[in-house]
């Protein structure tokens, strides 16, 4: 704990902290409508096809300006999905081809330059996997200043116009046939989930930068049915995974940032399909056995009192395997289960059961509507 | 053997292998499933190296397979929750695994030869370093396990051909002949996977995306036929890699990277200029028909009103412009080709059908 | 005999073609105020788009539409609008009273919040179509029927004077259907205009007065009693209408 109260109150680790955090947020809150739009893997695209621009921004201006490399970075970014929507329109090849294309030919256009440029005496320690993998320790306060400019102004802009965005993500004829700009508003949103995924390249890395808009938001989405809610839900996860991630890398040796952020994002979003209140697997499968134990309990209840319903004393002990005989079995929870609700109770040593009062009369009104056999 | 016929032929071969399955992805819309696989059979070599420490084990090769395979299975079950859409499950899946895959790779650098960039440039121009022999050849061993893999994969296409085809273009009718899809899916994905572990070394895991898809992607847009479309990205992915490798030496930079370049030139080209489905002999046809299908529509137009009380305004020429919404140039344009074509005639300002002209109408207006 | 009304809805000669494709060919159209009018047609003759071209989300390749004798662009306030249920995600993380005030959001214009005046139009809404019990359900938490209820309440909470409603009773139980109709005439009998995507001939006679006969080309439109005749069905549909209406709608 020691090592984390120091690496807490060191002002570049704050730093960075920071930056990671503010860029898990908006990562994870504009991942929401890239999830909702089905655009998860548009982002890995754009996250792969903007090295090039960065590669270029770099030999162009020879430094590691933040702002020049985001901007080279969004117009790559950019490029590529404007020629995946080409492709798809002018030819028979489908989105996943048209996405595989651009991704792949933009990295390994991205990385020929990047080789070249690593060696020019200029380059300095701009280092590969820096770029691939991200390293959020390199981050410096310009960086960060640069990812909270331009994170916010995502974030406002997706304030401003929430509204529109939601009519365009959910119904976007509808929201043309009202006389929105749907075609603007549409080049808007992506722009934003772009400029989302550009941001966290140098912590995160082009390779994996996709993950941390889709982890956070498939995560969110299994705690809450609105909007508002699983977006900032959304922004939470991502940032909780940049400020987790960053912070494991900076403590840890040999530990690189990008693969540790998405770990984290990925094993919370796994955690919220297994365990999320009302969506997740588990709570799910409970539900569905405690309904079955409710099922299975009334059925007994009414097989107990059928077996007594003429029988002048109603609560004369049974044998529980009787009930075989109308093709129940009796498991012993379920019995247990009923002993607690109190309409049923042990009786004698060979493990008979009888009915109670309170068991005798909640079985007749159950029964109610029936007629007697 | 020498160092440039070495890489050369290692880069053909493993392009090859590479496209003939990618064509079977591209076909049944799962491109994205190569970026998938190629990503996280990293991790699969990882674990297969950390079990045999050896990474010239054939187990290496099944064991790191499996993990491709699992990621296919793990996206499937993803999908099975229904808490998520085939998109996010794939963009779920591969990252975590791979993310796994460098964490472990890093954390052991040093003592392994394996390193992080390496995963993603390939190293191609090292495969002439690390020679086996065969038949008393000297070959290089990169070379030889990416020909076995285009051998597995030459002889799944050519064996399953018939129910390949079937299974693309008509999937109901192949299970109902008792294909089983499932099957086929995994025997694919298997051969993905051995095919991504094979040329690993070679490429790297991005760029065998590169491989796997434009190559193929670039063939359909020139073939007819399955048989075809497999001659054509092979051939063209062979190109690629060649073209990619001169490239490289041309201005000494990244093989892999080139060839992925390669790859998306001979696709931009294919794009451009194939023969009917080109964006250019699109353009031409389009340029052709320009005035066409507005003479057509000016035909039917034509024949609805004729005879009728409002034919007077609905088909004087002076408001054509104005009742089809056209420019006035346009429609003027668009009347001189119509009866140049002798579809239409003028009388008294009116616009007239020809007997031809009526036979286009009434043919088009039948067949919708 | 006065000045014939203006149409509520003029097409004239609209073409749509698709990748050269022609889906509708040279269609004119008048719907006279205040009808409540169906477009039926077979499979792919260009019903929805026929909807869509005149409510300008399909580019026409020639021919206009007015809309109370202006053009669109300057009459979207007037419309409202129903899309197919089909064509929208269920599963988005909204509730139906969400939903409903989507029908405020083009009058309160840029910027603006929905706030407690939306809130209630939209209750209202809801309660016509008889979904005050639903408004705070998740959407894909609704059936068919509830869905499509709430669709037509975001339209009704347009409150508009020319309805577009493309196929409101695919998928929905009959008790749905009887009380979208009574809607739908209560609206007509308000002086709105309807305009209705409808598959089934059987009911055709019952739910609508007005009718448009479509199959790529405007076959006919009028009253219903008029054009709805065995002659024209059959021209529409290539004889298989007779058996339809006997049938009782066996498309559905």
């Not at chain 3, 009773?169 to 995507?197: C, S």
Request: overall charge neutral; proline content about 4%.
């Amino acid at each position: 704990m020691d090592a984390l109260g120091s690496l807490l109150s060191d002002f570049t680790v704050r730093t960075v902290m920071l930056g990671c955090a503010l860029l898990g947020f908006t990562a994870g809150a504009l991942g929401v409508f890239a999830l909702l739009r089905r655009q998860s893997l548009l982002g890995d695209a754009i996250s792969h096809a903007a090295l090039p621009g960065v590669a270029i921004a770099f030999l162009l201006s020879g430094s590691r300006d933040p702002l020049v490399l985001v901007l080279g970075a969004l117009a790559s970014g950019w490029l590529g999905t404007l020629l995946v929507s080409a492709i798809t329109r002018s030819t028979r090849l489908r989105e996943d081809s048209a996405l595989g294309i651009v991704l792949s030919v933009f990295f390994g256009i991205g990385l020929v330059i990047l080789v070249i440029v690593n060696r020019l005496p200029t380059a300095g320690k701009a280092g590969l996997s820096t770029f691939l993998f991200g390293n959020a320790s390199t981050m410096l306060t310009r960086d960060v200043w640069t990812i909270c400019l331009l994170g916010l102004a995502c974030l406002c802009c997706l304030a401003l116009f929430w509204k529109e965005f939601k009519l365009i993500s959910f119904d976007p004829q509808f929201a043309a046939s009202t006389g929105l700009p749907e075609r603007m508003l549409d080049t808007t949103l992506t722009t934003l989930i772009v400029l989302a995924i550009v941001i966290g390249l140098q912590a995160v890395g082009v390779v994996l930068m996709s993950a941390l808009v889709v982890a956070p938001a498939a995560a969110a989405r299994q705690f809450s049915d609105k909007l508002l809610n699983v977006v900032l839900l959304g922004g939470l996860f991502g940032a909780l995974s940049g400020i987790g991630g960053a912070m494991l890398s900076a403590s840890v040796e040999k530990l690189p940032t990008g693969p540790v952020i998405v770990v984290l994002a990925s094993v919370l979003t796994l955690l919220a399909i297994l365990l999320a209140p009302h969506r997740g697997l588990l709570p799910d499968w409970l539900r569905h056995l405690a309904s079955r134990r409710r099922i299975e309990t009334r059925r007994i209840l009414q097989a107990l009192y059928r077996l007594v319903e003429s029988d002048p004393d109603p609560f004369r002990p049974h044998d529980p395997n009787a009930l075989q005989a109308v093709g129940l079995k009796a498991a012993r929870s379920t019995l247990a289960v009923m002993v607690d609700l109190g309409w049923v109770e042990y009786s004698g040593e060979r493990g008979w059961v009888r009915l109670t009062a309170e068991g005798w009369e909640e079985a007749r009104r159950s029964i109610g509507g029936e007629l007697p056999a | 053997m020498n160092v440039e016929l070495s890489i050369l032929l290692t880069a053909v071969s493993v392009a090859i292998g590479c496209s003939l399955v990618g064509t079977l992805l591209v076909l049944r819309r799962m491109s994205l499933i190569s970026d998938a696989i190629s990503h996280s059979v990293l991790l699969g070599i990882v674990l297969a190296f950390l079990a045999t420490r050896d990474l010239n084990s054939p187990w290496l090769l099944l064991g790191a397979a499996a993990v491709g395979v699992l990621t296919v299975v793990l996206i499937q079950l993803l999908l099975g929750t229904r808490r998520l859409r085939e998109d996010s499950a794939i963009g779920l899946v591969f990252p975590l695994l791979f993310s796994i895959g460098v964490i472990l790779i890093t954390r052991m650098a040093g003592d392994v030869h394996l390193d992080s960039d390496a995963v993603l440039l390939g190293e191609l121009g090292f495969v002439w370093m690390d020679t086996a022999s065969l038949l008393g050849m000297e070959l290089p061993r990169s070379f030889l396990l990416s020909s076995a893999v285009l051998l597995a994969n030459l002889l799944f296409v050519v064996l399953c051909y018939k129910e390949l085809k079937l299974s693309i273009f008509d999937a109901g009718l192949a299970a109902s002949l008792g294909f089983s899809p499932l099957l086929l899916h995994y025997l694919l994905v298997s051969l993905v996977s051995v095919t991504a572990v094979a040329s690993f070394d070679a490429v790297g895991s991005i760029l065998m995306v590169a491989l796997m898809i434009a190559p193929p992607a670039a063939a359909w847009l020139l073939s007819r036929s399955l048989a075809q479309m497999l001659g054509w990205s092979a051939l063209l992915a062979s190109l690629s890699a060649v073209g990619g490798y001169y490239l490289a030496v041309r201005i000494d930079s990244n093989i892999a990277g080139c060839i992925a370049a390669s790859c998306g030139i001979c696709f931009l080209l294919c794009w451009l200029l194939a023969p009917e489905r080109g964006l250019i002999s699109r353009w031409l046809q389009q340029a052709e028909q320009r005035l066409l299908f507005p003479a057509q529509m000016l035909a039917v137009h034509i024949a609805n009103h004729e005879g009728r009380p409002e034919e007077p305004v609905e088909c004087h020429s002076g408001n054509i412009a104005e009742h089809m919404h056209w420019q006035q140039q346009f429609a003027d344009e668009v009347v001189a080709y119509a009866r140049q074509h002798r579809m239409l005639r003028e009388q008294e300002g009116i616009l007239r059908l020809t007997e031809e002209g009526r036979g286009i109408a009434e043919k088009l207006m039948l067949h919708g | 005999m006065g000045d014939p009304p203006v149409p509520a809805i003029r097409v004239e000669d609209i073409t749509v073609a698709y990748r050269e494709n022609p889906v509708l060919w040279d269609v004119d159209l008048e719907v006279p105020p205040g009808v409540l009018m169906a477009i039926v047609g077979p499979n792919g003759a260009g019903k929805t788009t026929l909807l869509k071209s005149i409510l300008g989300l399909v580019r026409p390749a020639a021919g206009r539409v007015f809309i109370k004798g202006e053009p669109l662009s300057r009459q979207r306030r007037l419309i409202g609008y129903v899309p197919q249920r089909s064509s929208v995600d269920w599963d988005f993380p909204t509730t139906a009273l969400d939903v409903v005030m989507m029908g405020r959001y083009s009058e309160l214009g840029w910027f603006r919040r929905p706030g407690r005046r939306e809130r209630e139009l939209a209750m209202q809404a809801l309660e016509r179509v008889g979904m005050t019990d639903f408004a705070n359900r998740q959407i894909s938490q609704l059936s068919g029927g509830q869905q499509q209820r709430v669709f037509l309440a975001r339209a009704l909470v347009q409150d508009s004077e020319i309805y577009f409603l493309d196929e409101p009773f695919a998928g929905v139980d009959v008790t749905t259907e009887k009380a979208i109709v009574a809607i739908l005439k209560e609206l007509r009998d308000r002086g709105r205009t309807l305009l209705v995507v409808h598959h089934d001939l059987s009911t055709l006679a019952e739910y609508f007065d007005w009718v448009l006969l479509l199959n790529v080309r405007a076959i006919a439109a009028g009253p219903v009693a008029t054009t709805a005749t065995p002659e024209l069905l059959a021209m529409t549909y290539g004889g298989r209408s007779a058996y339809l209406m006997n049938q009782g709608g066996a498309e559905h």
